[in-house]
């Protein structure tokens, strides 16, 4: 499976600016009706702004030269009034592309950041083992941002100023052929440098991207760990760190103007200074009596059309630039495959009375991180439906690891799981993942009120079901004795709530849903005795209609299993009741006896 290119991956970069921004077509073709749109306002604004030199030439030329003074005062009102109505289609035509444009930008980049945003939220844990959040963070915000700029805004004066200086150019030749021939070989010795500038620019402009990516990662990560970084008093380190990351992008950012500014001064200069020459062969026409004075009139608004579109193109080249390489570093993101795919053709999850039954057949899995290290291997294990199975071990046995496979968090490199006699790979995800809840160690509460998040694990649920479930897992006393009640708002990652309470939110959550298998890991570990007394027993009650599955290392907690399996090194070493296990005086035995007596 081709791998996402990283930052020393970047196989963008060899294509031209064009190639890289195609990337958009299917978010832009949706929209042909308003892109057409645009640019029918866009080349009758362009029209229009090409029609002043015209109208000028006439005004001078009849409205100025006329030997009668009344002839000379009529004219001048026709001349003034079509330049006037030439000033009215300018300002019409250009608010109605400067709308349309805008519209399209906005809804583009809405698109683009909801089909990334989407897209990461279906990558397997293995994804963001090689991507730092942060990074997916910039992408989403900062990327889209440049490209919105460009689609909303540079893109459109980019055309604009291409077809009035197309236009500009075109009328120069035809009235000025002898002229301005010359000074468009001029013009083309210029577009060579130019070219060799925007390469540069253009990696330039990708390097600053990246730069920006790091500094949102590392204050995604810090932030997310305040209060360690606070317990351990390491805020002037951090922020060292991020004023070192901040420096680097601006450093390249710098670079990237530096370069950008050369290209725009070059292009503007030496455009300027070819027009300059052909006006002052027009001038000289003039005075030879060749052309009229309102002919020169013409010539001078047309020649600084020219310029000021190439002036305005040099910089707006820069934008497409930069825009360029924001567009590779979405679509890289967009081309990233799961590691977990869903199959071709998905089987139903055949139903089963009591609880989901489970076939773990010599199952080995090796993290893609350490692939020298197997968490586990050549796993057996048959779970009868409704029985609830713990598993216990000591720290980095692969307990958690078989939640991670059951769920197709990750894919087993040799093995297979049966649920309900059905090879889970397949299954849909979201079939196999309904059939199950899981409540881990480290609970999640989302920055919503208390009912919206016991919600979350079945959004359909009545508000008298939601209760219920928040009574079954002791959580209804201290959600009403909340300011709102159900309705208090519990702030980010639930830091109103202490840990056992964060904790039976987890527990309602997965009960409200009300799945055939449920998965416990740790599900009571931040709870004081007296709540974990009642969160038990709510549990127990739970587990009589479905199957269970327990990671515990408190051995306390799992004495009335059905049965205990204890993982070592990633395989299975004992299996048997609490009380059979012990006798054996094996590993389960061992570990016991030190939390036991240490009680």
């Known amino acids: 499976m081709p ?23 299917p978010f832009l073709k949706p929209y042909r009706s308003r892109i057409a749109l645009a640019l029918l306002f866009l080349l009758l604004a362009a029209l229009s702004t090409l029609l002043f030199p015209l109208a000028l030439k006439a005004l001078i030329d009849q409205g100025l030269v006329a030997s009668d003074p009344g002839e000379r005062v009529m004219a001048l009102r026709e001349h003034f009034l079509a330049l006037f109505g030439v000033g009215v289609a300018l300002a019409m035509f250009s608010a109605a592309r400067f709308y349309v444009v805008s519209w399209l930008g906005e809804r583009v980049t809405a698109d683009l950041r909801r089909a990334v945003y989407a897209h990461v939220l279906r990558q397997s844990p293995e994804f963001f083992e090689r991507t730092q959040t942060g990074e997916v963070l910039s992408r989403i915000t900062t990327d889209t941002t440049v490209v919105q700029t460009v689609v909303g805004s540079s893109l459109s004066m980019g055309l604009r100023n291409s077809v009035m200086g197309l236009g500009a150019l075109i009328m120069l030749i035809a009235t000025n052929a002898r002229v301005m021939l010359p000074v468009l070989g001029m013009l083309v010795l210029v577009v060579l440098p130019a070219l060799a500038f925007g390469r540069r620019v253009r990696k330039l402009s990708r390097a600053s991207q990246d730069r920006v990516a790091d500094t949102s990662a590392i204050a995604a990560e810090v932030l997310n760990a ?9 805020e ?6 991020f004023s070192q990351a901040t420096e680097s992008a601006f450093d390249t950012a710098r670079k990237r103007i530096r370069v950008r500014s050369g290209l725009v001064a070059f292009v503007i200069s030496s455009t300027f200074a070819a027009l300059l020459w052909g006006l002052y062969q027009g001038t000289q026409a003039v005075m030879a009596g060749q052309i009229s004075a309102g002919h020169l009139g013409q010539t001078v608004v047309y020649v600084i059309l020219l310029v000021s579109s190439v002036a305005v193109l040099a910089e707006v080249w820069g934008d497409v630039l930069r825009a360029a390489g924001a567009t590779e570093r979405l679509m890289e993101l967009l081309a990233t495959r799961s590691a977990v795919a869903e199959p071709a053709a998905p089987r139903p999850l055949p139903p089963s009375a009591g609880g989901a039954a489970l076939r773990i057949r010599d199952l080995s899995f090796h993290y893609p991180s350490r692939p020298d290290q197997a968490a586990l291997s050549q796993i057996d294990l048959d779970i009868r439906p409704g029985e609830t199975v713990a598993l216990v071990g000591p720290s980095g046995a692969g307990k958690s690891t078989v939640f991670q496979l059951l769920l197709r968090f990750y894919e087993a490199q040799t093995g297979s799981i049966e649920l309900n006699g059905q090879d889970i790979r397949h299954l849909a995800l979201a079939e196999l993942r309904g059939a199950m809840a899981l409540v881990p160690q480290d609970s999640t509460v989302f920055s919503a009120n208390a009912m919206e998040n016991i919600r979350y694990g079945r959004p359909e649920a009545s508000d008298e079901e939601v209760i219920a479930a928040a009574r079954a897992a002791f959580a209804h006393e201290f959600i009403s004795a909340l300011p709102q009640g159900y309705q208090t708002f519990l702030g980010e990652r639930g830091v109103r709530l202490s840990g056992g309470q964060r904790q039976r939110i987890a527990i309602a959550r997965a009960m409200l849903k009300n799945p055939p298998l449920l998965l416990l890991d740790e599900a009571t ?4 005795a007296e709540s974990e007394r009642m969160v038990q027993a709510a549990l127990e009650r739970a587990m009589q209609h479905r199957t269970t599955l327990v990671i515990a290392h408190r051995l306390a907690t799992v004495q009335r299993a059905d049965r205990i399996l204890v993982l070592e090194q990633g395989r299975i070493v004992e299996s048997g009741s609490h009380a059979d296990l012990l006798a054996r005086g094996g590993l389960y035995a061992r570990l016991a006896a030190l939390q036991f007596e240490s009680a």
Do not use: F, I, K, M
């Open 3 to 25: 791998q996402p290119p990283t930052h020393t991956q970047r196989p963008g970069l060899r294509n031209g600016p064009a190639r890289s921004l195609s990337g958009l077509l």
């Open 226 to 234: 305040v209060p360690v970084v606070q317990s351990y008093t390491q």
């Open 236 to 241: 002037q380190a951090e922020t060292r760190r």
């Open 525 to 528: 570990s931040a709870l004081d």
